[in-house]
């Protein structure tokens, strides 16, 4: 399966994986594209939204649109989100983010609250899949029982 690797980073400069290289994104056979999960670093490292989790969630979603772009797709290409929290009263703030930056986009999503995250900093991380399909093919019609 071809793939091509979009925003190689060193996860030194994350502070959890001093020896790893890692992409951002993920182009994969085509057509799908596989997001790291985004949090409040921007794609540059810096870290935004310190104890403010709509805005943590503000720079993931900001990601996630560039991203996208530079997979050669945009975001209405997302397929699934995977939201997580580490705290359940930061739900109605990300997802006020998620609900703006995806509107009229009928994607799949699961909210899971956890413990914590990769750094104690970190309140929320959202993962993404997409699948970028230009084809002009008209939709199959639904299938009746």
């Not at 939204?49 to 797709?73: F, H, S, T, W, Y």
């Not at 290409?77 to 009263?89: A, F, G, I, N, P």
């Not at 799949?108 to 002009?136: M, N, Q, Y």
């Amino acid at each position: 399966m071809p793939r091509r690797r979009i925003r190689e980073f060193s996860g030194a400069a994350y502070r959890h994986h001093a020896n790893g290289v890692y992409s951002m994104a993920i182009r994969a056979s085509g057509d799908f594209v596989f997001l790291r999960g985004q949090t409040g670093f921007d794609l540059d490292g810096r870290f935004v939204g310190r104890d403010d989790p709509g805005a943590q969630a503000e720079q993931a979603c900001k990601n996630i649109k560039q991203l996208m772009v530079e997979a050669g797709g945009d975001i209405t290409d997302v397929c699934k989100l995977t939201v997580y929290v580490t705290d359940v009263s930061y739900r109605p703030a990300v997802y006020r983010v998620i609900d703006r930056y995806f509107e009229g986009i009928r994607h799949c999503s699961t909210g899971v609250v956890v413990k914590g995250l990769a750094l104690p900093e970190l309140l929320v991380e959202i993962d993404a899949f997409a699948v970028i399909d230009r084809s002009e093919e008209p939709a199959a019609a639904p299938r009746s029982t």
